[in-house]
């Protein structure tokens, strides 16, 4: 893999990590941040494991029938290790002081797991010389970059969102498992779009443009408050 194809496998989830990173008034720390973005790198490897062990039982069992179950069992495994990623990560730490802190830290934790796949992706490459697999990787990329990666930090954020929501209720469990559903339903449906619209992205970007709508309002609600 070349630095350039390395760099447009990084790419994605740095832009968002910074595009999400000011909303947060209060400036995080940047070890907990990068200790946070790790653990969901090292998430994604975790995660790799059970959907190849998921994906063998699915063909032994005959379960592609049922696609939009098996996408939503899938997705399920990701959101809920990345949403582990982001705990461990935090959780007892003193710098997790606001509501907000949940939603940031959430995403900060899928966007190193988004990288990771992003690495991955963009080392396929395909066939042709060394211009045609730098195209490639450009693409890829891009197409990352409007698609999963946006889609892993709206769903983990969503996920934080009732997190914080479960922490100001006397800190009830409950929500956490509310937002995990609701993310994996949402991933899922996404990743459903992509293959029955194989060959056009433009359902799929409009699918993140309303989630992302909800989102930001979400960051907006948690501001200022604190735990």
């Known amino acids: 893999m070349s630095i350039i194809t390395i760099v447009l496998g990084l790419l994605p989830g740095f832009a968002w990590l910074f595009f999400f990173l000011q909303e947060d008034a209060h400036q995080e720390p940047k070890r907990l941040i990068l200790k946070t973005f790790l653990a969901g790198a090292a998430g ?26 098996s996408f939503v069992i899938l997705a399920f495994v990701e959101e809920a290790i990345k949403f582990l990623a982001a705990y461990w990560s935090i959780h007892k730490n003193p710098a997790f002081d606001e509501p907000v802190d949940a939603m940031i830290y959430m995403v900060v934790a899928a966007l190193g797991f988004a990288t990771v796949e992003n690495l991955g992706a963009v080392s396929g490459g395909g066939s042709g010389g060394q211009l045609a ?18 889609l892993h930090a709206l ?57 992302a709508f909800f989102v930001l309002g979400d960051f907006e609600k948690l501001k200022g408050r604190i735990i």
């Not at 697999?133 to 946006?150: M, P, Y």
């Open 44 to 69: 994604a490897a975790f995660a790799l494991i059970i959907q190849i062990f998921l994906n063998s039982t699915f063909g032994l069992l005959k379960f592609q029938s049922f696609i939009f179950l």
């Open 133 to 150: 697999l730098l195209s490639n990787a450009f693409t890829t990329s891009t197409l990352r970059f409007v698609g999963a990666t946006l």
């Open 155 to 211: 769903t983990s954020a969503l996920v934080g969102y009732f997190w914080a929501i479960g922490i100001r209720k006397f800190m009830s469990k409950k929500y956490i498992l509310y937002g995990l559903a609701f993310a994996t339903l949402l991933h899922g449906f996404f990743n459903y779009l992509i293959i029955s619209f194989e060959g056009s992205v433009i359902y799929s970007i409009l699918f993140l443009i309303v989630i």
